[in-house]
């Protein structure tokens, strides 16, 4: 039998919404949101990354596939801010891609995790400039900033912006996530103020151990 993740990808670079959808509710029946996020939709995108990459499908059929997968997860989320809504907190993230970077699906998923857990949520996308993230993290003053990037390329401008947000006088934390989190170390960026968010499990992880709760109580 074929794999969920490669039967997800195979709909999601034919650009059949509705079929995707369809896949995606039949196994929500069955499966848990962090696992479809963790174990089916990222490798599913990884896996048209792996083609693309090889040559086998084209940079259009890339895009098409990461603007179905975008669609798919507006439907988690429409979802998820019914649920959130109705124990809604007054914590505040605020998510986005460092400037020059493209990629946002995974910032989506992990907005969606922050939504599931009642926190109040400001995703930004991806590609945002040094000086828009900072008037905007000093505009919301969030409890947690949440940065993604996924090439090595992309750590200076990742470390200007920590050495930034780590001067802020209300002590946020700073996530750093994206593919370069999973391929990359960076433990000389980690502090009691910065941490490395290898993937969803993770994060859930820091949620479920009542980290969340700890570091609002010092905010």
């Excluded at 857990?117 to 991806?126: A, E, F, S």
């Amino acid at each position: 039998m074929t794999p969920h993740h490669k039967t997800l990808a195979r709909f999601f670079l034919e650009g059949d919404e509705e079929g995707a959808i369809e896949y995606i509710e039949n196994l929500i029946t069955d499966y848990p949101r962090l696992y479809l996020y963790e174990d089916i939709i990222t490798p599913a995108m990884y896996y048209v990354g792996e083609l693309w990459e090889n040559n086998k499908i084209s940079v259009a059929d890339e895009h098409l596939a990461t603007a179905i997968c975008d669609f798919v997860l507006s439907k988690i989320e429409a979802q998820t801010k019914k649920i959130s809504g109705e124990h809604q907190t007054t914590f505040k993230a605020m998510l986005f891609g460092v400037e020059k970077e493209q990629h946002y699906i995974g910032l989506k998923m992990v907005a969606d995790t922050f939504k599931e857990h009642g926190w109040r949520v400001r995703y930004l996308g991806p590609n945002l400039g040094l000086q828009h993230s900072y008037s905007q993290v000093h505009s919301y003053k969030p409890h947690v900033i949440g940065l993604s990037a996924s090439l090595s390329y992309r750590l200076p401008t990742l470390k200007k912006l920590v050495e930034h947000f780590r001067t802020l006088e209300w002590n946020p934390l700073i996530m750093i996530g994206g593919r370069m989190a999973r391929k990359f170390e960076l433990e000389e960026l980690e502090s009691d103020q910065v941490m490395i968010v290898k993937d969803l499990n993770h994060l859930n992880q820091w949620f479920n151990e009542g980290r969340a709760g700890a570091i609002n109580e010092t905010s």
